[in-house]
């Protein structure tokens, strides 16, 4: 997929942003407004789905927020089942009765994966519970990350993040927006 594309879909912005971890980037990266159409939610998941198609996996598990329309598109464009996590009290967690069955093989799907944080988490979650990640799957992932496991998106894009005291758009005088 082209970096074009990412940046008309508004998937990619360019600037100086302050993301959540409160490191500061050149590039935000939000799929919710891509994923509000339907249409192009199966567009882009085509791209994804042709990578893990042939894969052998038994259910497909979201991350929420984020990862929950990604797991449902692919899920429904392949015929598997699809659950999610959710924290509780910060710690990464299974609820509403979804229930995993020791062996069962598992691909993750999430929209970014950029610090792998949130993907070691649930890769933890699925190993104590005795199934097998096979994957992640995702829009868009950071160029070199690596998570132990193979990422499939449609894109990997170049991320780089900042101390405050180190970011080199803040010596350059950049406004900064928050990214969310
Ligand atoms: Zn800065």
Known sequence: ??????KEKEILLEGHFILSSGKHSDKYIQCAKLLQYPDKAEEFLK???NKVKTLDFDIIVGSAIGGIIVAYEIG????????FTERKN?????RRGFEIKEG?????????????????????LFESL???????????????????????????LNLKSFEEK???????????REGK
């Open 47 to 49: 791209i994804v789905v």
């Open 90 to 94: 910060g710690k990464m967690t299974l």
């Open 130 to 156: 005795m199934a097998k990640v096979i994957g992640v799957a995702c829009i868009v992932d950071k160029e070199g990350i690596d998570i132990g496991y193979p990422i499939y998106s449609c894109r990997k």
């Open 104 to 124: 069962q093989k598992i691909l993750i799907a999430d929209d970014v994966v950029a610090t792998g944080k949130t993907s070691k988490e649930i890769i933890e």
């Open 1 to 6: 997929m082209k970096i074009e594309t990412l």
């Open 76 to 83: 429904r464009q392949l015929g598997k089942p699809v659950i």
């Open 166 to 176: 180190d970011c080199p758009l803040c010596k350059k005088d950049l406004p900064i």
